[in-house]
């Protein structure tokens, strides 16, 4: 059995541990988390620990999965806990990827283990689509669409501005820009030209909204640059505006000539965390596979066998 344990209990944790608990070759050590014990129940009765403890467990974890957030939590703790166990994140940073990969490369290199960063369904599965169909159509042309759904690192983002109690960020591409790529004309796939980011935003009392609103609209990675939309609402109406985190995508590519072709991968999901936990399962799957045969340093889902991604159980020869 792999021995896991999540660090970070937020959504992402807890449908990272849903998904855990629900492998086959997989069981739980723990959860670390910042909270008070008190505050945190983990399904299946998995044991709580301070995630000041995690460096006591170094040869009790097979493969660690940091569920934090990308904006400050994944740059400090996924290169500092690569050094000391096998890790994978979800960092979504497109633009930070290759400064995140170095730091984390570093460190694992270091401590002679394997990291797997950017490992969710945007970067990653979405990653490898358009991967290949580079690798099919070298000349084409792909484009990417994000939504309509709510976006876990937009939206923590969002909470951690000062004065805001709670945040949901809905990303929506524009219907005639996924249109224009479906059919072969658009020009431009600049994902800043062809979505729109809506902020619902619950502020503490008395709070100024007017910066909370000036700081998500130039907030570099996630807002700069975007036509986005802010709404201000109340706790009650947020919950009940969102009682999912619903989420979903696109990557349409379109090559021209001799192969002239298209291709879509589409993407509907329920929950966003409880999606992309199931996700890093699988590769995390992988990490520990390719660990044991002595790899390390940090790579990308790029890098990861489709079969080392499969659980024991599956059968190759009817997936071929």
């Known amino acids: 059995m792999i021995r896991t344990a999540v660090f970070g209990y937020g959504n992402l944790g807890r449908g ?18 910042r909270r008070e014990k008190a505050e945190v129940y983990a399904e299946g009765g998995i044991e709580i620990y301070p995630a000041n ?22 740059p400090e703790y996924t290169p500092k806990l690569a050094e000391k166990f096998n890790v994978i994140d979800s960092f979504d940073r497109h633009s930070e ?8 490369n ?7 283990h394997l990291a797997l960063i950017s490992a969710g369904w945007d970067p990653g599965i979405f990653s490898a689509a358009r991967a290949m169909s580079k690798a099919v159509f070298p000349q084409s042309e792909v484009f990417t669409f994000w939504g309509e759904g709510v976006s876990q690192g937009h939206s923590e983002a969002v909470r951690r501005i000062k004065g805001v109690r709670d945040a949901i960020q809905v990303t929506v591409p524009k219907e005639d820009a996924v249109r ?20 619902y935003v619950a502020s503490e009392e008395g709070a100024d909204r007017a910066r909370i609103e000036n700081e998500i609209r130039t907030m570099p990675d996630y807002f700069d ?5 802010i709404e201000f609402v109340s706790e009650t109406e947020l919950n009940a505006l969102f009682p999912t985190m619903f989420h979903g995508g696109r990557v349409i590519a379109n090559a021209h000539g001799a192969a002239a072709a298209g291709a879509e991968l589409s993407l509907t999901m329920r929950s966003n965390p409880d999606f992309t936990g199931a996700v890093l399962t699988a590769y995390g799957r992988a990490v520990y596979r390719a660990a044991k045969k002595g790899r390390t340093g940090a790579v990308t889902v790029l890098d990861i066998p489709i079969s080392d991604m499969l659980p024991p159980s599956a059968d190759k020869s009817a997936l071929i």
């Open 106 to 112: 570093y460190a694992a290199l270091k401590g002679k």
């Open 97 to 104: 990827i290759k400064r995140h990969f170095d730091n984390v």
């Open 16 to 33: 990272t541990l849903q998904s855990i608990l629900s492998a086959e070759d997989m069981k739980a050590v723990g959860v670390f988390t």
């Open 53 to 74: 403890s995690i460096l006591s467990f170094e040869a009790d974890i097979d493969v660690l999965f940091i569920c934090g957030g990308s904006a400050d939590d994944l």
């Open 180 to 199: 224009a790529a479906q059919n072969g004309t658009l020009s431009d796939g600049d994902g800043k030209k062809t979505h729109t980011r809506r902020c």
């Open 225 to 229: 640059g975007y036509e986005t939309e």
